[in-house]
């Protein structure tokens, strides 16, 4: 097993590439854990292909020791075989497990639906302002037309007269039409 670490303000991260078995290697990676200073430890085990009962256990026991110190220790993006094992052993329900990546593409679809949301929200007000706006016009016109002397302006100029002041009333329109 390859073990690299990292320190970046309270937080020790531990990236382990391999197979967590018996072994030195499962000493190396107890020590590495249990030998440093900041608040929190997040073992990185997403490139980690195996992991046994020894494994498992000295998982547990650093957490647990952990726990007793008053700091924290994550587990971040387990492979599917580990997560399999986690859940087997129902150790997911006892270490603090974090999945980068799903959290990171759920972010980003939110942000793409809410701002697909307000755009189309954005639409909808302008064209609801422009109705209003062309309505108003149309009764302001009809009321206007007897003093006038000749005809009324029609429906459709009407709806461009609103749909402009829709525009400078909300704001301005970007190059691909959209409300800005």
Do not use: Y
């Not at 020590?31 to 490139?47: F, G, I, K, R």
């Amino acid at each position: 097993m390859e073990i690299t670490t990292q320190h970046s303000d309270n937080v020790k991260t531990i990236w382990c590439k391999g197979r967590i078995v018996l072994g030195d290697d499962l000493h190396r990676l107890k020590v590495a854990a249990l030998s440093q200073n900041t608040p929190e430890v997040m073992l990185d085990l997403s490139s980690v292909n195996l992991i046994d009962a020894a494994g498992l256990g000295a998982l547990v026991d650093v957490h647990k020791r952990f726990q007793c110190a008053g700091k924290e220790m994550e587990l971040r993006d387990p492979t599917r075989f580990v997560s399999h094992i986690f859940r087997s052993t129902c150790l997911d329900t006892v270490f603090h497990i974090v999945r980068t990546r799903q959290i990171a593409v759920a972010r980003k679809k939110r942000r793409k639906r809410r701002s697909e949301f307000v755009q189309l929200f954005m639409t909808i007000v302008a064209v609801a302002a422009g109705v209003v706006a062309s309505s108003a016009g149309i009764l302001i016109d009809r009321a206007l037309a007897p003093f006038r002397g000749h005809g009324s302006i029609s429906v459709v100029d009407d709806l461009v007269v609103g749909t402009i002041a829709a525009i400078l009333a909300w704001g301005h329109v970007d190059r691909a039409g959209r409300m800005v």
